[in-house]
């Protein structure tokens, strides 16, 4: 069990979101206007929440919902919090969200050395379905590309944290969370993780075009210097 209550993220957010992101991404970090520019892009496309623990933000998970599609921008965990199931609690939240948008899929990309996210999300019912190469910018690291679909129970769980977040029952420990052990990473201004044009943009196909090794291309032109990694977690 964890003490957080999930909540959703608010301009008063920012500071601290700020500096858990440059803390736990440097180079490849968000900006304050890349983060505001999200945050009023909700609740029509987006929804963010944060983990706070009395006032100190442990965590943060952000959505793109349009149509059936929903991408996971991003979701990170506070290193001195790790293992201590706030990555899993987040994950269960956007994908209640995500139903409760009705989607019916939902996407994301991680990196290609971030094993530890990889298996929260395998754990999760996401499947890999292709990869982008040098997605992730300054580090040039590949990014996989994963999906899974929306059942009745759509974070796999009896008893998912609701969209408006709140205390939280019982969660599974997600493990250690940090840049190469769970963190996922966001898109540029831009940019986001599966064919949207940008914030505005409406999802494309699934994947992009998929090639005959089911590889999928690298971010369009449009694409920011840090993908959302289908959440950074």
């Known amino acids: 069990m964890i003490s957080e209550t999930l909540r959703p993220m608010t301009s008063a957010d920012l500071s601290a979101v700020v500096?858990?992101?440059?803390?736990?991404?440097?180079?490849?970090?968000?900006?304050?206007?890349?983060?505001?520019?999200?945050?009023?892009?909700?609740?029509?496309?987006?929804?963010?929440?944060?983990?706070d623990d009395n006032g100190v933000i442990t965590g943060y998970a952000g959505?793109?919902?349009?149509?059936?599609?929903?991408d996971v921008l991003t979701l990170a965990v506070?290193?001195?919090?790790?293992?201590?199931?706030?990555?899993?609690?987040?994950?269960?939240?956007?994908?209640a969200e995500a139903a409760r948008r009705g989607c019916a899929e939902v996407f994301l990309e991680v990196r290609t050395d971030n094993a530890r996210a990889q298996q929260l999300y395998r754990r999760y019912g996401f499947?890999?379905?292709?990869?982008?190469?040098?997605?992730?910018?300054?580090?040039?690291?590949?990014?996989l590309v994963m999906r899974r679909e929306l059942g009745p129970d759509p974070a796999g769980l009896a008893d998912p944290a609701g969209p408006q977040g709140g205390p939280l029952g019982p969660v599974g420990p997600a493990?250690?969370?940090?840049?190469?052990?769970?963190?996922?990473?966001?898109?540029?201004?831009?940019?986001?993780?599966?064919g949207p044009a940008g914030p505005q943009g409406a999802p494309l196909g699934p994947a992009g075009p998929v090639g005959p090794a089911g590889l999928v291309g690298p971010?369009?032109?449009?694409?920011?210097?840090?993908?959302?990694?289908g959440s950074r977690e």
């Open 175 to 194: 493990g250690p969370v940090g840049p190469q052990a769970g963190l996922v990473g966001p898109a540029g201004p831009q940019g986001a993780p599966l």
């Open 219 to 229: 971010p369009g032109p449009q694409a920011g210097s840090r993908p959302r990694e």
């Open 78 to 95: 506070a290193g001195d919090r790790w293992g201590q199931g706030i990555g899993s609690a987040l994950l269960e939240a956007l994908l």
């Open 19 to 51: 500096e858990l992101d440059r803390e736990l991404f440097g180079a490849e970090a968000w900006s304050r206007a890349m983060l505001r520019g999200e945050l009023a892009q909700q609740p029509d496309s987006r929804h963010y929440l944060v983990a």
């Open 127 to 143: 499947v890999q379905i292709g990869v982008r190469r040098g997605y992730y910018q300054p580090s040039g690291i590949d990014a």
């Open 63 to 70: 959505l793109l919902a349009a149509g059936s599609q929903g």
